[in-house]
């Protein structure tokens, strides 16, 4: 579907599930370099399986895309059904948001596009958003929108509010003892007993690195879904499940570093992924069993060790590990960064 | 009379499980989405294998992802079906007790008319040696002069019939009815048989035209480049939806000259 704007742009709405990669992806995905759950394949995989499929929105100009938007269509009803084929009349809203990206928005933009022109674009994309999906659609909300972003996003009739913060640690460090250094004394301490310990225990088996071939994704797939099953599901949060498939694909990626921790029986004790990107390196999935289950304590701030290490290693400026436990990452070292809920009425969409 | 209508239904509910199993169960919704399927089409431009159906010892290991997405059953019912076809399988309209001799069978059949009992026995236990509660019962019921319907592979019959003939106190008990069930790829010439396989449970019967029909009330077959596919039309969890049966055996769905309905031939 193509809407001409009259302005320079063209928006394209395409489903990832059934439609190509939209035209000059491979251009954008390098000079953007958008994380790698923007990838059209994974889109593919996550819509099949998902209960709010994502619509991936592109916004063009001469010299390529300008902008691309994830939205993912949500509807008021929680029936245990996979997403419909076609899509289906009846309310419903679109989040503008990268489901496993917290903290980060749902708009990946072409380097040096701001101001009016990010503007135009974002609202070409909503005007052709709310051509696709009718007119059931009461709105888009976007998550995760950042300070940089949400000038561009806000004006009249659209609601803002600030949301939890997420954290990101600056990488200003030349060494992982430096960044230690920077800490308080009882938590350097605990880190570095924590990580002693896991480096000495023979029962251990901690494997991390990119694109692996050698896990076992509907292990990854469960223990993922387990952990997030144990916490109460945040209030809106229309994430599905996991699926194995997903994982599958995922983690094979050579900019997606997994860490795994199995014990010698081989069985799946604890992991975390990690996003790589040149400027804003994401600790994503962290998943754990709990120690009644044979968990091992201590390994979520092994993951942190060993994190931060890979990216003073190699040089990323950033890392973000989402939102949630700000108190537990302000004391590793992270500071809180200030992200908002927009939400765009359909009357104003595209306004 | 197998008429365009009672084809057109049969075919009307399987395509409304291939519908629900690819809109709730994960293990098809997976399968079929991603590697595609060629009927009915369900994912535009993707073709994928074997016309989407499943070897049975995918569905066997992948039985967790066959449950619907609402929850339900892992557990497959091996003597599923069964009831509904004893009437065909057969001379005699009902048994006081209905044995199921078979090791993959763990749980008596369900749905028996009534006065009928099911009960399960496992080849080990059918010897002369063996004084365990089920081949008592057995014994007992014919000894009251009560009829008894085996059903199992030739050779499981076989031993039971060994097993009954040598039971202290020796008497002369009438022998059991028995049907012997047969796999996909072992079908014979009767003059009576159930079909079988241990994850679907009971899909067709020999019927007195010499031909195998399906349990078309039950049961949807459909030919593929894998061979035949089954579906179960009636179980919701797990949900078996295009089930390659015996690693998957050639074969046409047709229809019975003499009673109309779907019969397959191998």
Known sequence: ???????????????????????????????????????????????????????????????????????????????????????????????VAQPWLSGLPGVVRRPGVSGDHLRVAVRSAERALARRLGAGLAGLFYRGVGSDLLPELIGRGRIHRRTDPSAVLDNTFSSVDEWLASLSKSRRAGLRRQHRRAEADPALVVRGGPGRTDIDAAAVAGLLND????????????????????????????????????????????????????????????AALPPEEGGRQGLYFDAYVRAVRWCIAHGRPRISSGRGKLDVKTSLGFTPRDVHGVIAPRPVMGR | ?????????????????????????????????????????????????????????????????????????????????????????????????????????????????SGSRGCVLHPDAATPLDDGPVLR??????????????????????????????????????????????????????????????????????????????DCRHVYVRETTGGLAFTVLDRTSPRLVDVLVGGGVPGEVQACPRHGSPVIET
């Open chain 1, 227 to 286: 952990h997030r099953a144990r916490f109460p599901t945040p209030a809106g949060d229309t994430r599905s499940p996991i699926a194995a498939p997903y994982v599958e694909a995922f983690v094979r990626r050579p900019d997606v570093h997994t860490l795994t921790y199995h014990d010698t029986d081989g069985r799946l004790l604890a992991l975390n992924t990690l996003l790589d990107h040149h400027d804003v390196v994401v600790k994503q999935h962290w």
């Open chain 2, 137 to 214: 019962e057995i014994v007992d019921t014919l000894r009251r002069g009560e009829r008894v319907l085996a059903v199992g592979e030739d050779k499981n019959l076989d031993a039971l019939s060994a097993a009954l003939r040598s039971a202290e106190p020796p008497t002369e008990l009438p022998p059991p009815d028995r049907v012997p069930h047969h796999r996909i790829d072992s079908l014979t010439g009767g003059p009576f048989g159930l079909l079988h396989d241990p994850l679907l449970g009971y899909l067709g019967v020999l019927r007195d035209c010499g031909r195998w029909h399906v």
């Open chain 1, 1 to 95: 579907m193509t809407v001409r704007s009259d302005t320079v742009v063209d928006a394209r709405v395409c489903d990832p599930r059934v439609d190509g990669a939209p035209d000059g992806w491979s251009e954008f995905a390098c000079t953007a370099g958008p994380h790698a759950v923007w990838e059209p394949e994974l889109l593919r995989i996550e819509g099949w399986l998902t209960r709010n499929p994502p619509l991936l929105v592109t916004v063009h100009d001469t010299d390529g895309i300008v902008v691309a938007l994830s939205a993912l269509v949500c509807r008021p009803t929680r029936t245990p059904r996979y997403a419909p084929r076609r899509a289906r009349r009846g309310p419903m809203w679109a989040e």
């Open chain 2, 1 to 113: 009379m197998w008429n365009s209508l009672a084809s057109r239904l049969w075919r009307a509910a399987y395509l409304r499980a291939v519908s629900s199993a690819f809109a709730t169960v994960p293990l098809y919704r997976e399968t079929w989405a991603l590697h595609g399927r060629t009927d009915p089409v369900l994912v535009p431009d993707r073709t994928g294998s074997n016309g989407g159906a499943l070897a049975a010892d995918t569905v066997q290991r992948r039985l967790v992802d066959t449950a619907p997405l609402a929850g339900g059953s892992t557990e497959p019912d091996p003597a599923r079906g069964l009831a509904g076809l004893l009437t065909h399988a057969t001379q005699r309209r009902s048994h006081r007790l209905v044995v199921v001799v078979d090791a993959a069978v763990t749980r008596p059949p369900t749905g028996l008319p």
